[in-house]
């Protein structure tokens, strides 16, 4: 079973619509990401938490909300989706043990989010 | 200016070449990571270094952290290794976050 997943893996949606991404991860790794990725752009962070109780915004989460509602589920909402939010989003996780990062990322395999 | 660039942006080559992907940055980082993109979406940890080199079966990463360049070598390319690969730094000021090059598209052709 894959470590890192998400769902839905694609999803069509109508501008104004609220909807909610979903990653889970069974690494036991404290810190998750999302991602969004555009044609040409390369991945830019929307969110990060480094533990539940620690959320914080990245370079682009104008739009964006997110919920960690345990050490391993990460979700993000667009509260109310607008057509330039179609993009291909990603979940990663990273971990630290005995007091020392590791900034390797793990991947989930990716949500197709079309807004129309 | 993008912080990470890379070269080429588009590389085909036939099978069995060798293969090199070119990775600059702009600021002191703590580590810079290769990532493997499927055609399919899927993305893939392949290297995280801070110095030096490392082998994993075909693939080579070397740094050099003073001319802040990084490269990604793949020996006896295979059509199965054509994906987009991806060089990303976590910037030494200690706030551990990826920043992404835009990708190097790679096509093995038979």
């Known amino acids: 079973d894959a470590d890192v997943t998400q769902t839905p893996r694609n999803r069509i949606t109508k501008t104004g619509k609220r909807i909610m991404l979903e990653c889970s991860q069974t690494k036991g790794h404290d810190r998750m990401y999302w991602y969004r990725q555009d044609p040409g752009l390369g991945l830019r962070l929307i969110y990060y938490s480094f533990d539940v109780k620690d959320i914080n915004k990245g370079e682009i989460s104008d739009g964006y909300s997110v919920s960690r509602q345990a050490q391993a589920k990460f979700s993000l909402s667009l509260e109310s989706a607008i057509p330039n939010q179609t993009a291909l989003y990603f979940c990663a996780t990273s971990g630290s043990s005995g007091g020392r990062s590791s900034y390797e990322q793990y991947f989930g395999p990716g949500t197709r989010l079309t807004v129309t | 200016k993008n912080e990470v660039e890379q070269s080429p942006q588009n590389l085909t080559a036939q099978e069995g070449e060798f293969i090199t992907i070119n990775c600059s940055y702009s600021?002191?980082?703590?580590?810079l990571h290769w990532l493997q993109q499927h055609p399919g979406g899927g993305i893939v940890s392949l290297f995280m270094l801070s110095s030096g080199k490392k082998k994993h079966g075909r693939l080579i990463a070397t740094i050099n952290i003073q001319e802040k360049h990084s490269s990604l070598h793949i020996t006896a390319s295979h059509p199965r290794d054509s994906a987009v690969y991806i060089c990303a730094h976590i910037s030494n000021f200690g706030n551990e976050k990826l920043t992404f090059g835009t990708g190097t598209r790679l096509t093995i052709i038979p």
């Open positions: 600021v002191g980082i703590s580590a």
